[in-house]
């Protein structure tokens, strides 16, 4: 069975860290497309933070430009979010997905195949 397994979020103070992880199993995730999309409070819908394609290509959504960054471990077969100088703003549900590879940075969630649970990320003083 496929699946892809959040951790690291938390509460935090405005100018604070935290790496997120995603790990997968039951399949390569290198060979995949993969996604941290995310959900703030009272939204419908989950939005694209940071794509990773399997050339090592990144997308990042402006508002976290400069302050996240994307990265694979392939021997651990995780994905991780580095998230530096977080912003209330960044308080969401933080899910990764994983994807085929279409040649294109796909933020529409449903071109994603694996979801992991999600992980929540909160930024209060």
């Known amino acids: 069975q496929v699946y892809l397994v959040e951790s690291g979020g938390g509460l935090v103070q405005p100018g604070d860290s935290l790496r997120l992880s995603c790990a997968a199993s039951g399949f390569t995730s290198d060979n995949y497309v993969i996604g941290w999309f995310r959900q703030a409070p009272g939204t419908e819908h989950k939005r694209a933070s940071c794509?990773?394609?399997?050339?090592?290509?990144?997308y990042y959504e402006d508002s976290v430009k400069g302050r996240f960054t994307i990265s694979r471990d392939i021997a651990k077969n995780t994905v991780y979010l580095q998230m530096n100088n977080l912003k209330p703003e960044d308080t969401a549900v933080y899910y990764c997905a994983a994807g085929p590879d279409l040649g294109l940075f796909s933020i529409n969630t449903d071109l994603y195949d694996y979801w992991g649970q999600g992980t929540q990320v909160t930024v209060s003083s």
């Open positions: 794509i990773l394609r399997t050339d090592g290509r990144t």
